[in-house]
């Protein structure tokens, strides 16, 4: 081949790490060795597996746990002598971390190191919800690998979201010498919110007018379920539940 461009290497559905390779040139039958290491400058590196192959473009599923640790992949061409002839440049995957302090959730990442095209921008990819969840997209630089995000700006106690917040950060390529433009998801990381809970101290049950006829908690973030215990002066439990309190004891 003329060439060796490595696309991508993107977390796959299955948390492993998918890989794509394209081949510049009209090869046949060439012999390409996949190799992995522990840093860009190639230590400990690892022969995952080899391709006799005519085609141009080449992927492979790596199934190694992406919590194991940062990758860095190339590819390289082995001529009739045996000896790579064509090297591609390094693919390597993003891993995502975080804390929770207060309102505020700090994420950061790894660079994508060696893109043909260099890094274009990172993206923060925000999902809120679990069932029918909400997603934003929060476009970063091209240098940034760190985001400060203030929950607070979320809280609604009229109407509000869910308490669990999840973030990945893709990376995306500037379109490179061979018009090709990579992408690159980092793992999902996910954190539950504690809500600020406020109770009302009066509600009016079995009134004609709708407002105010439950006796419920309000919440900053909608909790993944929660459970309320109502009891009488004397200490006696009389009610109990996941959903507002209507009022009614032993169906009185």
């Known amino acids: 081949p003329n060439s060796v461009n490595a696309d991508y290497a993107t977390l796959s559905t299955g948390n492993s790490i998918d890989l794509s390779f394209s081949i510049l040139g009209t090869p046949f039958n060439t012999q390409y060795n996949l190799v992995r290491s522990n840093s860009l400058a190639g230590s400990d590196p690892e022969i995952v597996t080899t391709f006799i192959t005519s085609n141009n473009q080449i992927t492979y599923t790596d199934n190694v746990p992406f919590t194991s640790g940062i990758y860095y992949y190339h590819l390289e061409g082995i001529n009739n002598c045996g000896q790579a002839s064509s090297l591609s440049n390094t693919a390597n995957n993003i891993i995502l971390n975080g804390t929770l302090a207060g309102t505020n959730i700090s994420v950061s990442w790894n660079e994508y190191e060696d893109w043909s095209g260099d890094v274009e921008r990172y993206r923060i990819i925000r999902t809120s919800g679990r069932e029918n969840p909400v997603t934003d997209t929060i476009d970063l630089g091209s240098t940034t690998t760190y985001y400060i995000d203030d929950i607070g700006a979320l809280t609604n106690y009229a109407d509000p979201v869910s308490s669990l917040v999840c973030y990945q950060v893709d990376a995306i390529e500037n379109i490179n010498m061979y018009g090709l433009q990579g992408k690159s998801l980092s793992n999902r990381l996910c954190f539950s919110l504690n809500p600020d809970i406020r109770m009302p101290n009066a509600f009016i049950p079995n009134d004609g007018?709708?407002?105010?006829?439950?006796?419920?908690?309000?919440?900053?973030?909608?909790?993944e379920q929660y459970e309320m215990t109502i009891y009488n002066r004397l200490g006696t439990k009389i009610w109990e539940g996941s959903e507002p309190w209507d009022g009614r004891a032993n169906g009185k």
Do not use: K, R
Request: net charge negative; proline share 20%.
């Open 209 to 223: 007018d709708p407002t105010n006829q439950v006796f419920e908690p309000v919440f900053s973030f909608e909790p």
